[in-house]
């Protein structure tokens, strides 16, 4: 039998040429290095349909297959053993050098990274304030992370800086709203009190409370708190505890002396700084969550493509977890689960072209900024 295998690998030696033999190990392991690339773009492609996020694997998935492309190719290829030692070797040596001088930045940003990722203190979506900044994370890169101002700029922060300095997170299941106002020392605090809890009351907020911060040289120093349940709208709820605490201080007649009262017109005997109620009452406009869609929509694309997903994870995880039969002995519904499971992927779709096209957005302004600067 081994003689039989042995004239066979013998003929077909002779009948192959010796160039075509020579490549035939290149070729061999370049097709399986294909094959497994492309099995894992298939697997890929099947946990991003079912809502998986794989940003950061299909990166690194890509990374690695070229540098195992590079090093298979110099081992495989034709070649003198000493030529292919050297090359071996300038490989080696480059990627000493790549990561030898990008150590301070890139890996320290990269291992930065995986420390946010593991601590996962944020995602997108959430209000995050650094260096007195306020803005929604839009982005969470393996390098940086990027935060959607106030003003709806993209502010882009290396990941390094985010593990040395201190940052402050506002929690999705709600936060505190305050607002500082100065008044005079000759307003009961009682009073004053009593029109900012109603203030803060007019303002949706629950469980209000009043602190006073400061007692200064002109003035006392208040804040009004109350807790708001939903932290996307913390931009407008701030706004609004502002204008209801003007109209409660207006509507009782105290006059407010913040920061530090400069008017300097004359008033006649004991005037007060207060406009005049409108004859007519005005409407206000309901105008909650505006603010919030025009200055962070990448923000709330990306923070609604994560929060789709948790949905179904948790969803997948019900049917895998509880099987038949939920932990009371009633059959669980698992038409109507994988129904649901549908629709939120489905929704999942239309999220993430939403949020491709809010980046496809950005491009395209960056683009014309950097032509508007070539022409000038």
Known sequence: MEETVDQAVGALGSTVPDWLMDWLPFVLVMALLFCVWLFTRKVFAVQKDHGTDIRYREQGSKLLFRLAGVVLAIATLPMESELRGQLLSLVG????????LSSTSVMGNLM??????????????????????LGRVSQRGLL???????????????N?????????????????????????????RRDIEKALLAAIEQAELEDGFVQIREL???SV??????????????????SRLRAMILDAMHGAGIEIVSPTFMNQRQLKGEGKVIPQAPRIPQEENNNHGHAEEVLFSKAESASAVEKLEDKIKKLKNALKEEGDATDDGEAMDREKVKAELAVLTAELEVARNEAKQEAEKDRAQAKEEDADTKSG
Request: proline share 2%.
């Open 93 to 100: 040596l480059l990627a000493s050098a790549a990561i030898a």
């Open 112 to 133: 930065a990274g995986f420390m946010l990722r593991t601590v996962n203190s944020f995602r997108a979506g959430d209000y995050i304030e650094f260096r007195n900044e």
């Open 144 to 158: 940086h992370v990027e935060i959607q101002n106030e003003t709806s700029e993209l502010v882009t922060v290396p």
């Open 160 to 188: 390094l800086l985010l593990v040395q300095e201190p940052y402050n997170v506002v929690r999705a299941s709600g936060t505190v709203v305050s607002a500082d106002v100065s008044l005079g020392y000759d307003v009961d």
């Open 216 to 218: 200064g040289d002109f």
């Open 221 to 238: 120093s208040y804040r009004a708190n109350g807790w708001l349940n939903e932290a996307g709208l913390l931009v407008s709820a701030r």
